[in-house]
């Protein structure tokens, strides 16, 4: 599904003069500009039309998760 | 990245729908607000709507930037194509209806009308065709911005201008807060405007309107948290705002993308389809990069289009008043293949939204 909002995260292969290449996992690489943000090779980005507008924080993904989890076990365990 | 596949994971999700049953109150209608096409098609696309109980409701604001520019900018446009500018623009601008006709009636009438993924492949087109005058047609909210913004302060080729139709969306939101008939308990606020805007543009809701606010993702588990924060707040009788897509956003934004939309921009008031005026709320360049205006380049300027066809109730929609199957013209006289509003042209047009998941039956499917 292609749409404007939906920016899958890709991980950036390389970087040169302000451009990185990006892989969206399955083979799906990509150039993207990258001078909307500080990235470097190993970082997960947010890409938008062509150009990257986060860096995504993979530590506040799984504590997302976890955290989640923690809140509906103790609301399950107080009932 | 494997986390995206467990926020998508049903039963989490069936856990978290449970929580919402029990938090929603038994008496009283909920209605909770987001203004992102890409929310809706998530909350459509997984059936989120019937994990949630019935006096509950989720509906669907202005989050369709394609929506809601107005019919007198496609007509800018248009002329523009006319005149024997290469109009740029995004794949599903191309079908907006204006007032008499979209960019790709234009293009079957021989205009030159070009589609592209993002503002970098305009400039591309412009250097490499030295000779032709290219006008490229910057739609879109707070997310797409900053990339016209870069691309504008990078000094782009002379034959390059930009017919500017950027819009902010926290207006909009207040503007919805501020109708009484619409009765808003909460907002969910867009995910990747927030990635550029931060959390402060929206902390007058809960400051000024007492209203909740939580930012969230688009996995269907982001949405289901979100619903679950802004009935929490609702129960406790403490309205916050709350940010559930931490992994992507943080209190500042994207502070670089900022800064370039505040020195190539500066804000507003202005019209959105279906909508009217909404003070402080459309993007125009400032006078150090007026060379770059399609309009003042061209020599064009439509004041007053047709927004709205007969029969239309896109106005209705976009503000989340009606749901498009209470629209009459609803995959009858409008489909996605003959859209008469703008709703139903844009992949984030709450229509086209709701038409594509009838016409493919996706809903509930990945959580049955």
Request: hydrophobic share 40%.
């Amino acid at each position: 599904m292609i749409n404007m909002c939906l920016a899958i995260p890709a991980e950036v292969i390389s970087t040169k003069d302000g451009k990185a290449r990006v892989d969206f996992g399955e083979g799906v690489l990509r150039e993207v500009n990258i001078e909307l943000v500080e990235a470097k090779v190993g970082d997960y980005v947010l890409v938008h039309a062509g150009y990257a507008i986060q860096v995504l924080d993979e530590k506040e993904a799984q504590e997302t998760l976890q955290l989640w989890n923690e809140i509906l076990e103790a609301e399950i365990s107080q009932k | 990245m494997s986390e995206t596949l467990r926020f998508r994971d049903p039963d989490l999700a069936k856990r978290v729908a449970k929580k919402i049953q029990k938090l929603t109150p038994k008496e009283d209608t909920v209605k909770i607000c987001h203004v992102c096409g890409t929310h809706e098609w998530t909350i459509t696309h997984y059936g989120l709507r019937s994990l949630l109980p019935k006096n509950l409701e989720v509906i669907a604001g202005p989050g369709c930037p394609v929506c809601i520019v107005p019919a007198s900018e496609i007509d800018e446009a248009v002329q523009l194509a006319q005149k024997g500018v290469a109009v740029v623009c995004f794949g599903d601008v191309l079908r907006v209806p204006g007032s008499k006709e979209s960019l790709l009636d234009a293009k079957a009438k021989g205009a030159d009308v070009r589609v592209v993924y993002g503002v970098g492949d305009a400039v591309k087109m412009a250097k490499q065709e030295v000779g032709k005058d290219f006008a490229f047609f910057a739609v879109g909210f707070e997310t797409t911005t900053p990339s016209t913004a870069l691309e504008i302060i990078s000094k782009p080729p002379e034959n390059l201008s930009f017919l500017v139709s950027h819009r902010v969306i926290p207006p909009a939101m207040q503007l919805l807060v501020e109708m009484p008939d619409l009765s808003l308990n909460g907002f969910i606020a867009p995910g990747h405007v927030s990635t550029i805007i931060g959390l402060k543009p929206y902390e007058v809701f809960p400051e000024q309107y007492k209203m909740p606010v939580v930012v969230a993702g688009f996995e269907p588990l982001d949405l289901l948290f979100g619903i679950y924060m802004i009935l929490k707040q609702l129960n406790n009788g403490k309205p916050l705002l709350e940010n559930e897509y931490v992994r992507a956003v943080t209190r500042e934004g994207n502070v670089k993308a900022q800064e370039l939309m505040r020195r190539v921009f500066e804000v507003k008031d202005g019209n959105w389809r279906g909508l009217g005026t909404i003070s402080l709320s459309k993007l125009e360049l400032r006078d150090k990069y007026k060379a770059y205006d399609a309009r003042s380049k061209h020599n064009v300027n439509v004041e007053h289009g047709v927004d709205i066809q007969p029969g239309c109730r896109c106005h209705l929609v976009v503000i989340g008043k009606i749901k498009p199957s209470e629209c009459p013209l609803f995959m009858r006289a409008c489909t996605p293949e003959k859209p008469i509003g703008a709703c139903m042209v844009s992949v984030e047009g709450t229509c086209r939204i709701w038409a594509k998941a009838k016409e493919e039956q996706q809903i509930g499917l990945e959580f049955s």
